[in-house]
């Protein structure tokens, strides 16, 4: 499934045609999109194919196109603060996205069938938390993964703002993805061939949408045959953030703000400097000669050495001049990481600033 919208060079011209191509249609979706590149949930040797708008599998990993994901993101209305349930979350992609919108307060779980994957996509989350230039930038809602068949999750487990699940669910399993909702929640999957958002508008009414039409792979039915006894699945519970991580996100989020302020009044209150114009050239081009000789045409350049002499004084000139007036925005200082480096200037013993940095390498 995919193929919506034309290969992207890198991340984010794959998120411009997802925007251009109107697939993508808030800041939210958009910055979170452009925060994790896709390329890093594949395998070394499949990266050529990351940004092409086509679903990517190899054994039991599986990613799907973008332009589904991005349809998901956007159905599923995400907010700070909310609760997020995946339901076969594969690589952890589509649920890191989500953390970042979720924020710190929000819950982010996934159920996944195989410990394979799982273990890729606890990999996959690490690095990113690690390396990532992007993680600074947002607060971040860690998802929590456990190995499980999602039609087996424990009945006493809570409900969830916002559920999805990333493989084809039959008629028959409709009411059991539902009741996973909470009054006024989302549930976003792949139901008879179509991709459908359903509101949970009361305690037994719904509202559903058909979004557009997908191919998924169904949904794997618990096996019983080894025990004849059903595996639930139990979800993690909802944790109280301790009184330390609190102050951690309570001083980053300060420090961001000092960062801000400090940005905006250096800029001018955000006003940019005026866009520069480089000076329009013309080149002097040379004259063709046309004979006619017993009816026969003959093209011919008339020259003398010193027009090769001034025409390529003329080629360094203009090479210069582009040079001189090529404008700066096209030479990028490398990123910084304002966060980090006022982190570090902190009069603040060396383990704490490293808490307050997550132990980033970068």
Known sequence: MGGAVSAGEDNDELIDNLKEAQYIRTELVEQAFRAIDRADYYLEEFKDNAYKDLAWKHGNIHLSAPCIYSEVMEALDLQPGLSFLNLG????YLSSMVGLILGPFGVNHGVEL???????????????????????????????????????????????????????VQKEHEDYMKNLLKVGGILVMPLEEKLTKITRTGPSAWETKKILAVSFAPLIQPNHADSGKSRLVHLPPVAVRSLQDLARIAIRGTIKKIIHQETMSKNGNGLKNPPRFKRRRVRRRRMETIVFLDKEV???RISNPSDDNNNCEETEDERREEEETKPSELKPDPPVNFLREKVLSLPLPDPLKYYLLYYREK
């Open 89 to 92: 979350s594969g690589t952890g």
């Open 298 to 300: 003959f093209a011919s």
């Open 114 to 168: 195989h410990s394979d994957v799982i273990e890729y996509a606890k990999q996959k989350l690490d690095f990113f938390i690690k390396t990532s230039d992007s993680f600074d930038k947002f607060e971040f809602c860690e998802p929590s993964f456990v190995t499980g068949n999602c039609l087996e999750i424990s009945p006493d487990c809570t409900q969830y703002d916002r559920v999805y699940c990333g493989a084809g």
